[in-house]
């Protein structure tokens, strides 16, 4: 009972700290582009250089913790994240905190699946659901706490202590790690992809590099499309190469599974939107509206107020209606708030703003657990792990994508205005191009069957009758 309890705090910790980190710097980001002289939409970078670090190694995680063991991987992982975030407190230019944030990432994808596998090999099957629960902490209360804690960081004292408190946390970590999580190997364990790892990693980081530098950011324009060339390239020949692969990095016959299919791709096309948002809202707020970073940080956690809450509800709601149900009505709600964030304005109330992100945060965290439980119903248990392999990396590639796409959208429409930094009335276009790709997941997610996912949602035939 004492490891049940104590190796999922010592794994939620570890997870809070790298969920904390993603949330924090959002609301920070104009203070940060301020201080290194740079546009605020360049920051779009360090954004993008984090998700994609985490889609390129994250596939390789679980079979490094397989090979050199648990304990072994899981202190690296926590190594490695502190390195980051030192380099993130010393950089002193963009080129230098992109390539920090990058190096966080290597530590934040070894950690979220080699934590979660410690507990899965490690608890007993009894008290696993009790073990498991815990890891929705930092999941829940990390973006609650992330913007108001970055805001008041940024405003109190200077933005590079976001980073500089890692430091203590991570050792606190390490020493946890080492005398408390067991060091597991797999006898046996398949190859490492490295033809596959190399052509999948590269090919990511190249195209999103070059969609996101398509601004004059960091790299010439010419470099940036040669950056998208290669890196598509490089993807076509993982594609064909994962076919013919026994044991692919990613394994593309999942989508062959229509419930994951529409799990994953319907999935990133609303992640798309959604991963605008922390991106564009805190700039609006502080760039349009000229808020502090403080209370930009206090107004958009609400949103993570009312997803905690959903969770409460979630269950209920998905034995009462079913997966095609909730996700394709909740896709056009969910998305329609999301476009309601255009009609924000300086002299807008607060209550009105923090009602808005309540409403909006309660639905996308719906869909969310919606698309996630869904992903996997129709999965074998002993292909749970490269299933979710490919899950996580398009997740975090989405993501990428929809701070990419609204930074785009927000240098595009003030170029059309003859200007080159952003205006508050730029922002708008931007909220509704987002919210029609997240929309847009509306079409994969009609063509479900009406009982797909009913094992897992627990509702009857009868129920629809």
């Not at 946390?169 to 992809?193: K, M, N, T």
Request: proline residues 5%; contains cysteine; hydrophobic residues 55%.
């Amino acid at each position: 009972m004492r490891r049940t309890l104590l190796l999922p705090l010592i794994v939620a910790s570890a997870l809070f700290m790298e969920n904390l980190d993603s949330t924090v710097i959002s609301t920070s980001l104009p203070v940060i582009a301020e201080d290194l002289g740079e546009n605020p939409i360049a920051l779009k970078l360090a954004l993008t250089a984090y998700f994609v670090s985490l889609a390129v190694f994250i596939p390789i995680s679980g079979w490094m913790a397989d090979r050199h063991g648990s304990r072994t991987v899981f202190r690296l992982a926590i190594m490695v994240f502190m390195f980051g975030s030192l380099l993130c407190a010393m950089a002193s230019s963009l080129e230098g905190f992109v390539l920090a944030r990058f190096v966080q990432g290597m530590g934040g994808a070894m950690m979220v699946p080699v934590g979660r596998l410690v507990l899965l090999k490690s608890v007993p099957k009894s008290e696993l659901v009790q073990a498991l629960s815990y890891l929705t902490i930092p999941a829940l209360l990390g973006p609650v706490f992330g913007p108001p804690l970055g805001g008041f960081i940024s405003t109190v004292f200077h933005w590079r202590w976001i980073f500089i408190v890692n430091l203590p946390i991570g050792l606190i970590g390490l020493y946890l790690v080492s005398r408390h999580v067991p060091q597991i190997f797999e006898e046996q364990v398949a190859p490492l992809d490295v033809r596959g790892f190399l052509l999948s990693g590269f090919g990511l980081s190249a195209l999103i590099l070059g969609l996101s530098t398509t601004g004059a950011h960091l790299l010439p324009r010419e470099a940036s499309l040669a950056a998208m060339a290669a890196g598509a390239i490089s993807l076509a020949f993982y594609v064909r190469h994962a076919y013919a692969h026994p044991h692919p990095v990613l394994d593309f016959s999942f989508l062959k599974v229509a419930t994951y299919r529409t799990g994953v791709l319907g999935g990133a096309l609303f992640r798309i939107g959604v991963g605008a948002m922390p991106f564009l809202l805190p700039l609006l707020l502080q760039l349009g509206f000229g808020y502090s970073a403080l209370q930009s940080g206090l107004i958009t956690c609400t949103s993570a107020i009312a997803a905690i809450f959903m969770k409460t509800m979630a269950v209920a709601i998905l034995r009462r209606l079913g997966f095609r149900t909730v996700l394709v009505a909740n896709a056009l709600i969910a998305s329609t708030s999301l476009a309601a964030y255009a009609l924000f304005t300086d002299t807008t109330p607060y209550a009105a703003m923090i009602a808005v992100l309540l409403f909006g945060g309660f639905f996308r965290s719906l869909q969310f657990t919606a698309l996630g439980a869904l992903a996997y119903a129709d999965i074998e248990r002993e292909r749970m792990s490269p299933a979710a392999s490919l899950a996580n990396v398009t997740q975090q590639i989405a993501q990428s994508l929809g701070v990419t796409v609204a930074a785009f959208a927000l240098e595009s429409i003030a170029a059309m205005h003859g200007r080159e930094s952003v205006a508050a009335s730029d922002f708008g276009p931007a909220f509704v191009l987002v919210s029609l790709i997240a929309a847009s997941s509306f079409f994969m997610n009609i063509r479900l069957a009406a009982d797909a996912g009913a094992e897992v949602s627990g509702r009857r035939p009868r129920d629809g009758a």
